[in-house]
Nanobody, 120 residues
């Protein structure tokens, strides 16, 4: 099995910064990509940022220029640096990993979610 452990959420004032981390562990042969999604009540989960293990990134338009995704391949960890936070960034943030498992097969895994709250 594969586990994703997230950390770094919390409460911050508008204009502030937070850094999220997500570490993948378990029966991992390799990782194709990891990303961050977010969800608010009554809305669908949306992509915030994604990075391939080769370093290709893509971002939601709403976070471009404010958020930066990065990864540490050796640690199977992805980070999301969030700057200039706005109240509309308030959501539960979920880590996602596209994992090639030992023994075969590619599976998407999700973290448990971490709350980010931005006060105005």
């Amino acid at each position: 099995q594969v586990q994703l452990v997230e950390s770094g959420g919390g409460l911050v004032q508008a204009g502030g910064s937070l850094r999220l981390s997500c570490a993948a562990s378990g029966r991992i042969f390799s990782i194709n990509a990891m990303g961050w999604y977010r969800q608010t009540p009554g809305k669908q989960r949306e992509l915030v940022a994604r990075i391939t293990w080769g370093g290709i990134t893509n971002y939601a338009d709403s976070v471009k220029g404010r958020f930066t995704i990065s990864r540490d391949n050796a640690k199977n960890t992805v980070y999301l640096q969030m700057n200039s936070l706005k109240p509309e960034d308030t959501a539960v943030y979920y880590c996602n990993a596209e994992v090639v498992r030992i023994g075969g097969g590619t599976v998407h895994y999700w973290g448990q979610g971490t709350q980010v709250t931005v006060s105005s």
